[in-house]
């Protein structure tokens, strides 16, 4: 199994140690890839829009970008780590999210996402890990990801893994330990089944590209969708289903 972890933050602190446990239990048969903010995607989102209106081929950190999105589309299992920070995850971890704006299901989902899996993993002292899990699910339910699971602890009591009292490190420890059994037991040779609200997002969208490319049949994103077969019948989650992920686009074809 192959799983791409991006981490939202460079420290090794509580989030990674949390991390690091999680994928105590995997290593033996996961092939890991990991990635660490802002490292390995420095730069902020500066709006252009290029990826949205053109190609993600034209933003500034493409080569940063590309290399994160290959990764993921690769992997069966995708980890995101992240402490809270007011409520919210990093602004590394926010940054990348901007960056795969493209992704999200009005413009070009990548065909592959429908069928994976992913757990957010986060932790704060006392409140707001619920939020910051949410910045990270609103995107991957919007780029098609089906099965998102999200482990969300509280450290109540101190922000260093050593000074914590060893009754919370072992409750934490059993926090993630649970969800790497869980994720260990998976069948990765089937992806995981599409839910209704993916759907619903899909077929939504689907009618908004139909529309929008009566209007212009030149438009980006529904150059992708009508390449990818979508308008028609074929549809990213099934099986066999052939996903074209970087059509012509009008901008290419300049
Ligand atoms: C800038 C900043 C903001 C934080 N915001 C919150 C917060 O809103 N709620 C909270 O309970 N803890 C908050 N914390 C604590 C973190 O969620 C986390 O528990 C702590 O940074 C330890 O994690 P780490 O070692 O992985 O960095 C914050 C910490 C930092 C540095």
Not at 65 to 70: F, G, T, Y
Not at 139 to 151: H, K
Not at 182 to 200: E, G, M, N, Q, S
Request: proline share 4%; aromatic share 10%.
């Amino acid at each position: 199994m192959k799983v791409t972890v991006i981490n939202g933050t460079e420290k090794h602190g509580v989030t990674y140690r949390l991390k690091e446990l999680f994928l105590e239990e995997l290593r033996d048969v996961a092939d890991i890839t990991e990635f660490y903010l802002p490292k390995d995607c420095p730069s902020f989102c500066t709006g252009c829009t290029n990826c949205i209106s053109k190609s993600e081929s034209l933003c500034r950190d493409a080569a940063f970008v590309q290399k994160i999105d290959r990764a993921m589309r690769d992997a069966d299992l995708l980890v995101f780590t992240s402490p809270t920070y007011v409520f919210h995850v990093t602004g590394a971890m926010k940054s990348l999210l901007d960056h795969f704006a493209y992704h999200w299901m009005p413009h070009r989902p990548a065909g592959e996402l429908f069928g994976k899996r992913a757990l957010i993993i986060t932790q704060t002292l006392g409140a707001g890990a619920a939020s910051a899990a949410k910045d990270i699910r609103d995107s991957l339910s919007w780029w098609g990801v089906p099965y998102i699971r999200t482990v969300a602890l509280k450290l109540l009591g101190h922000v260093v893994w050593d000074k914590l009292p060893e009754k919370r490190r072992r409750a934490l420890t059993a926090g993630v330990k649970k969800a790497a059994r869980h994720f260990r037991a998976i069948d990765y040779t089937k992806p995981a089944r599409t839910t209704l609200a993916v759907k619903a997002k899909f077929y939504a969208v689907r009618m908004l590209q139909a529309r929008l490319g009566k209007a212009n049949p030149e438009y980006t994103d529904y150059v992708y969708w009508k390449t990818n077969g979508w308008l028609d019948r074929a549809r990213p989650w099934k099986r066999g289903c052939k996903v074209r992920n970087v059509p012509e686009t009008a901008a290419d074809r300049k």
